[in-house]
Nanobody, 122 residues
Framework: QVQLVESGGGLVQPGGSLRLSCVAS????????MGWYRQAPGKQRELVAA????????YADYVKGRFTISRDNAAKNTVYLQMNSLKPEDTAVYYC???????????????WGQGTQVTVSS
């Protein structure tokens, strides 16, 4: 069993900041890429940011310069999303995703967290 647990969502005013965390646990052999996606009401889930096991990052254009993705260098099982200068259009459920190779399994598989709500409103 593998679990991804997100935390850090909430209500924030426009221009404010939030930091999301996601911790992977369970029968894990190795974690490759990790990322954050979001889904607003009536819209498809979209990539926000991703980071490889080597630390290379990729961002959606609409968050470049405002959001920063990072990983815990020691534990390797935690990914963060620092969100600054938040806008009302950033309101969505944010989901953590990780490409994980489980113990005793050769292939890696993508796992999802349960999501955390981020609401940007005055």
């Amino acid at each position: 069993q593998v679990q991804l647990v997100e935390s850090g969502g909430g209500l924030v005013q426009p221009g404010g900041s939030l930091r999301l965390s996601c911790v992977a646990s369970g029968s894990i052999f190795s974690i490759y890429a990790m990322g954050w996606y979001r889904q607003a009401p009536g819209k498809q889930r979209e990539l926000v940011a991703a980071i490889t096991s080597g630390g290379s990052t990729n961002y959606a254009d609409y968050v470049k310069g405002r959001f920063t993705i990072s990983r815990d260098n020691a534990a390797k099982n935690t990914v963060y999303l620092q969100m600054n200068s938040l806008k009302p259009e950033d309101t969505a459920v944010y989901y953590c995703n990780a490409d994980i190779q489980r113990l005793g399994i050769l292939r890696s598989v993508g796992f999802w967290g349960q999501g955390t709500q981020v609401t940007v409103s005055s």
